[in-house]
């Protein structure tokens, strides 16, 4: 399988989230990486179910729902019901992480979990059979445009073992800082799919951009 790209739309023009969906929709782009933020569980509040269900009239891809929230049980249902396919909660926002998994999956979505860059792969051990999808922050979630961490690698390549060794199916995701310089050797460490948010956006050509990225 070749690798997936999942472009962010935390930096698209929100102005014109029409046309940004239409144009993922065109494009290369493996799926919408959609960035949830509260304010709470990280610094920066973003957007919420009635902009998702505003831009899933635009695309069948697939909704890749990063939910950046303390709390995420409270909203599993109307994520679901706005369009999520995917729905990531954070490890640190989570105290029955188990429990949380279970719902969303009862929702017949797919389940992820994101680790910060201070957690450790090992927190995954006992629940890593029961997802659908790692994925690894390689910046301090709240805010797109920030440096890739390098210790990120060495993450991936032990994630990677633990889903060799327990037969589980969880893809792994990287996301934060990603670009056309390091996403060769995040794919070759492990990586299935790989979030560029401003590196898309930012660029004069976001659909060449994202094709790029697909073919690196
Ligand atoms: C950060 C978000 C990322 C962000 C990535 O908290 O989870 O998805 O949009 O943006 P870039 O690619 O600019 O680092
Ligand atoms: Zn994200």
Not at 7 to 35: G, R, T, V, Y
Not at 66 to 89: Q, R, W, Y
Not at 128 to 144: A, Q, T
Request: proline residues 3%.
């Amino acid at each position: 399988m070749s690798h997936i790209i999942a472009p962010s739309i935390l930096s698209s023009d929100f102005a014109n989230l029409q046309k940004e969906s239409e144009m993922l929709d065109k494009s290369q782009a493996d799926w919408f990486h959609i960035d949830v933020m509260d304010g709470v569980f990280v610094p920066n509040l973003t957007f919420g179910m009635p902009v998702i269900k505003a831009i899933r009239k635009y695309s069948d891809k697939v909704f890749d729902v990063h939910l950046m929230i303390e709390n995420p049980d409270k909203f599993i249902k109307d994520f679901k019901n706005s369009g999520a396919d995917i729905l990531t909660v954070h490890y640190e926002a989570c105290t029955h992480l188990h429990r949380t998994i279970q719902s969303i999956k009862n929702e017949g979505m797919k389940a992820g979990v994101a680790l910060n860059p201070h957690t450790n792969i090992n927190v995954l051990e006992d629940i890593i059979k029961d997802l659908d999808l790692v994925l690894i922050m390689s910046v301090n979630p709240g805010f797109g445009g920030q440096s890739f961490i390098e210790n990120t690698y060495s993450k991936i390549k032990k994630l990677k073992e633990l889903i060799l060794k327990t037969n589980s199916h969880a893809l792994i995701e990287i996301d934060g800082g990603v670009t056309d310089k390091n996403a060769r050797q995040l794919i070759d460490c492990g990586a299935d799919a790989l979030v560029a948010g401003s590196f898309v956006f930012n660029s004069n050509n976001p659909s060449q951009t994202i094709e790029n990225l697909k073919n690196i």
